[in-house]
């Protein structure tokens, strides 16, 4: 156990995800929400999971959290390797243990994950003496330096609030402390200032940063929203469709895309930085996920589409690791010594 | 009215003001009251669009309503076209309601569930005019093309939740402009849709403004939409216009401290940019509207806050071709307009280094926050609403100015 877990430690990819795969079945069919999905996370990064609704990202993210609900169905093939521990291979009891302690995950709408009539308190202790067998007094100190550790002020006024006494931002606050209360080495947080005010919004993600610079936790940061990327991530998957379309380090991805997707979300966007005279809108809509198109999912509204997109795309990574799942990829991927995937 | 000059206004407002009381007060307290919008006098001009914006609780939805008629002032008024909007009557109002729509934030609660889209669009029509029912099909399938959304017959018949968002707002708009009117107050619009689609139908309101005359005020939280929509923005806080001011402007050098926390902390695309520009933090928390600060609004969360702000409404005053409601802005040693001869973006991006360091403007970067020693970062504590429960009430409203990300 001792060597296994050094050997762990050694490895610089913390989370591990391969070809993960969920569908959910309904009364309308199967929804193909996660399509082989495939992504790493180091220890200390922090890593953005951005696309439109629909796209499968949170899905992702609920999967890595084994909080899937019934009826999703995961792909036993895939994998999701998390300190070498794949968690799609573990019992729920076990889980139990990981959850909070290794991976900890914070939602969009605090006020659905926070018990309206306990004081926040008592939540964060609950959370900590759930995963440690510590006494209520430790645990308390705990729960008040996980409040502080969030840039609270006042951290005693805090913990006997209830959740209603806060505002939306404090509330997102409190879900990161008992998110990070046992110091688990990822985090997973869903659109975690989605509802919140721009200037509450920007003090969360300069608080991210914060945390993720003093205790070295790496985040998967799942987001609509391409400028909160550019604000805080240091590498990106794009999704469409439930399938990863572009990945890279921030700088290169949101200034020079390679995929078209990823070139339209951009051209589309709106900044406060730039006027546009002439808007660019992506036409149609994304894909049904029940009844996916064949070929490239994204070919019937990219302006590159060409005749070879009948054909499904594999994801072209080049030697950097910077992949595309576009056709028009393959030949950077090849001129590099990239990797042509299997089955391509 | 409205002779000053060449753009003239379609709509103003004198002294605008809308008060809300606080339920659950004891028998012998005095009655409290949320101050949604203080006394805001602005103009609209013909042919352009007014962007709103503010955070939540800044009033602008409740002003956008008060400016569309669907909620009556505390005080003050509204002219539209010359028309008193408050007191009109008769076939007045009637004709007021047919120049003057509203459109809402959430297309799935301002679509009738029950009715087919051809009810839904007639009834325009059916209530507004005498054309019969041919006249009337026709008119309705001429505004489905108008909105993008094709002219099968079969689409006329499905019910709304047979449409995607994206399209179920087109449809909003298709019955906002049935009657052609001349003014429209849609309020957070795209805030709910998915970035592309958002781009579709910005397009469409622009094309809409340009083939109908139109004139719109646009309430938005999203600053990075007004650039795309609007030639003028008027920024709120706390019920007051704080800075009015032609879009470009605004942007390429916002004045008021306010506007520039605002810009500062709204994410941009760039990394680069993004990661070396200077942002102003704010100070403590967003004041109670219950209670507001006295003299300027902003003063408790204000870095250049002087004594004279605790005690003095600052008016809004002209400066060029804005007005800016504070009281240093303007003077050679305020730092926000000694030493920024340019946007702050544009500062950031042409470099740097060379800009004036932080002390002296109060400007700190993103990489500055993030250092452990975290001296000028204000802390965000919480709201004061302890047992305050139109604080609640307030913030309840203001859900409805949230976006809505449609969950996966």
Redesign the interface.
């Known amino acids: 156990m001792t060597d296994q877990s050094s050997a762990r430690s050694r490895d610089a990819d913390l989370l591990h995800v391969r070809d993960l795969t969920v569908d959910f079945v309904t009364r309308d069919g199967v929804v193909h ?1 996660v399509d082989q999905v495939s992504l790493v996370v180091r220890r200390g990064e922090i890593v953005g999971l951005v696309g ?8 992702v993210g609920l999967s890595l959290m084994r909080l899937l609900p019934p009826g999703a169905r995961e792909d036993p093939r895939g994998q999701i390797l998390l300190d070498g521990q794949d968690l799609l291979k573990v019992r729920p009891a076990q889980m139990r243990r990981i959850r909070g302690r290794v991976i900890a995950m914070t939602f ?1 709408d605090p006020m659905t994950f926070l018990n309206p009539v306990v004081r926040v308190g008592e939540q964060i202790v609950e959370a900590i003496r759930e995963h440690q067998h510590i006494s209520r007094s430790d645990a308390r100190d705990l729960a008040l330096q996980a409040i502080s550790d969030v ?4 951290p005693d ?2 913990f006997r ?1 209830f959740p ?7 509330r997102q606050r409190i879900l990161i402390a008992i998110a990070l209360s046992c110091r688990p080495s990822l985090v997973v947080a869903d ?1 975690p200032t ?2 919140l ?7 969360i993600l ?1 608080m991210l ?2 945390i993720r ?2 205790f070295g936790t790496a985040i998967l940061l799942i987001t ?5 990327v ?2 805080t991530c240091d590498r990106v998957y794009v999704m469409y469709a439930g399938q990863i379309f572009e990945h890279g380090r ?2 290169r991805v ?2 020079h895309p390679r995929n078209p997707y990823t070139g ?3 051209r ?9 005279s002439e ?5 149609g ?2 894909p049904s996920l029940v009844d996916l198109p064949s070929g490239c999912l994204f070919r019937e509204r990219c302006p590159a589409a060409f005749d070879r997109c009948v054909a499904p795309p594999p994801l072209f990574a080049d030697r950097l690791g910077d992949m595309s799942r576009c056709w028009l990829a393959e030949g950077d991927a090849m001129a590099s010594g990239g990797r042509i995937p299997d089955g391509a | 009215m409205a002779l000053d000059s060449a753009p003239t206004a379609l709509v103003s407002t004198n002294g605008l003001t809308k008060r809300f009381p606080v339920s659950g007060r004891g028998l012998f307290e005095r009655q409290r009251w949320v101050h949604a919008v203080d006394n805001v006098s602005l103009k609209i001009f013909q042919g352009r669009t007014l962007a709103l914006v503010g ?2 609780g800044s009033g602008k939805t409740t002003l956008g309503q008060m400016i569309a008629g669907l909620l009556e002032p505390s005080g003050g008024s509204v002219e539209f076209g010359g028309v008193d909007l408050v007191n009109s009557k008769g076939e007045a109002r009637r004709q007021l309601r047919r120049d003057l729509q509203f459109i809402f934030q959430d297309p799935f609660s301002s679509l009738n569930p029950r009715h087919t889209i051809r009810t839904i669009l007639s009834r325009p029509f059916e209530v507004h005019t005498v054309l019969g029912r041919t006249a009337i099909d026709s008119e309705v399938t001429q505004l489905l093309n108008l909105v993008g959304l094709g002219n099968s017959a079969t689409l006329l018949n499905r019910h709304p939740h047979q449409f ?1 968002g ?1 399209q179920r707002q087109r449809i909003v708009f298709a019955r906002a402009i049935a009657l052609r009117p001349r003014f429209i107050v849609a309020d957070e619009p795209v805030s709910s849709l ?7 139908l ?2 469409l309101l ?1 094309t809409f403004q340009g083939e109908l005359g139109l004139t719109y005020l646009f309430v938005t ?8 929509i609007a030639q003028d923005v008027a920024v709120m806080y706390l019920g007051r216009v704080v800075e009015r001011a032609p879009t ?1 402007a605004v ?1 390429d050098q916002p004045l008021h401290p306010y506007t520039v ?15 070396s520009r200077k ?1 102003l ?2 100070v403590g ?2 004041p109670s509207s219950i209670t507001p600060p006295s003299g300027c609004h902003f003063h408790t969360r204000c870095p250049f806050a002087r004594d004279v702000c605790a005690t003095k409404r600052p008016p809004l005053r002209a400066l060029g071709e804005r007005q800016i409601a504070c009281h240093f802005v303007g003077d050679s040693d305020f730092p926000l307009t000694a030493n920024l001869p340019r946007g702050l ?2 500062t950031a ?1 042409a470099s740097a280094e060379s800009y004036a360091p932080a002390s002296t403007s109060g400007l700190v970067t ?1 990489a500055q ?2 250092s ?1 020693t ?1 001296s000028a ?7 004061e ?3 305050n429960v139109g604080e ?1 009430i307030r ?1 309840d409203h203001d859900q409805r100015d ?7």
């Open positions: 929400a439109e609704s629909g796209s499968g990202k949170s899905t969009q840039l609270i002020t006042e006024r805090i609030s209603f006494q806060l505002s939306g931002g404090m659109e989605t509802a005010d721009v200037t509450v919004q920007r003090e300069d940063r914060l610079d003093r609509h929203d391409l400028g909160i550019a604000e921030v700088e949101l200034t339209a979300l951009l589309s966007a709106q900044s406060i930085d730039e006027y546009r808007l660019y809108a992506l036409a809509n994304v | 955070e939540s995607s994206g998915d970035m592309s689609v958002k781009a579709q910005l397009t622009r939280h999203e600053l990075a939409v007004v650039r795309t470009t942007f926390a605002l810009l500062g902390a709204t994410p941009l695309l760039d990394p680069v940019v993004a990661r942002h933090p704010l928390p967003l973006v544009e991006r993103s926050l993030t452990p975290r970062v204000p802390d965000s504590g919480v709201q609403c302890v047992g609640q913030r949230e976006p809505e990300e449609a969950e996966n």
